[in-house]
């Protein structure tokens, strides 16, 4: 069972943050707000909640489950999406609330929390900060995917990827923004997605599944070759 306590500069003075678990993720929800940013570095893509079956996007950082292709020596080296950055820290009734049982916990070097002066430090504010990012843009993301799925812009995409070592790898349940479908919209709609900031998110959406092929040869050079 999982320890959960709010977090307090008494109790958890000398509690530190490790980025190693970042390695353990191939995949992590971001909003809109992250789009521009993580496209740089990777493929955004849309899934469906297992339970909810409601959209929701995401980067994806590795070809299989529990294995990050993009950590060094199990953290990002480059944009870091809020997801990540809150791991291990939840937000229950107004209060900061941390999971002590979670990995980001279990490193002895891992970052301070509070400074010296029982402040908060560099660490924590990162924290609040994709907190914040993460309570207000699920809404606005969640909004810019419904009209999204109002123009009918979404589509299933086929990722399959082949490999020298003889495996052959599938990524199922992956949607992206339809360029096809985009382009046939009447004038008034595209000029109304521009207005909005919508068509800078579908452009930066759709620019990013290049990266998809940037993670194959990843993981065909680390068994050897370059991918099919």
Do not use: C
Not at 73 to 101: I, K, M, N, S
Request: charged fraction near 25%; avoid cysteine.
């Amino acid at each position: 069972m999982a320890v959960w306590e709010v977090l307090t500069r008494a109790r958890h003075a000398t509690l530190g943050v490790s980025r190693a678990a970042d390695g353990e993720r191939h995949f992590a929800q971001i909003v809109v707000d992250e789009f521009v940013r993580a496209s740089a570095y990777y493929p955004i893509l849309f899934t469906k909640h297992p339970e909810t079956g409601a959209f929701y996007a995401g980067v994806v950082m590795g070809i299989e489950p529990g294995h990050n292709l993009v950590a060094v020596r199990g953290a990002l080296p480059d944009y870091r999406p809020a997801d990540l950055e809150r791991q291990g820290f939840y937000v229950t009734d107004g209060q900061l609330v941390v999971d002590l049982d979670h990995p980001v916990f279990g490193e002895p070097d891992g970052a301070a929390l509070f400074d010296l002066d029982g402040e908060p430090a560099p660490m924590l504010r990162r924290v609040q900060h994709a907190l914040h990012t993460l309570q207000v843009g699920i809404p606005e993301t969640d909004a810019f995917i419904q009209r999204l799925l109002a123009h009918r812009l979404l589509e299933p995409i086929d990722v399959t990827m082949d490999f020298d070592d003889g495996e052959h790898l599938r990524l199922d349940g992956l949607y992206t923004i339809s360029l096809d479908a985009l382009h046939a919209l009447p004038d008034a709609t595209v000029l109304a997605l521009f207005r909005s900031g919508d068509l800078q998110l579908a452009y930066a959406q759709t620019g990013s599944v290049r990266h998809l092929r940037t993670l194959a040869r990843m993981r065909n050079d680390r068994t050897g070759g370059d991918a099919a």
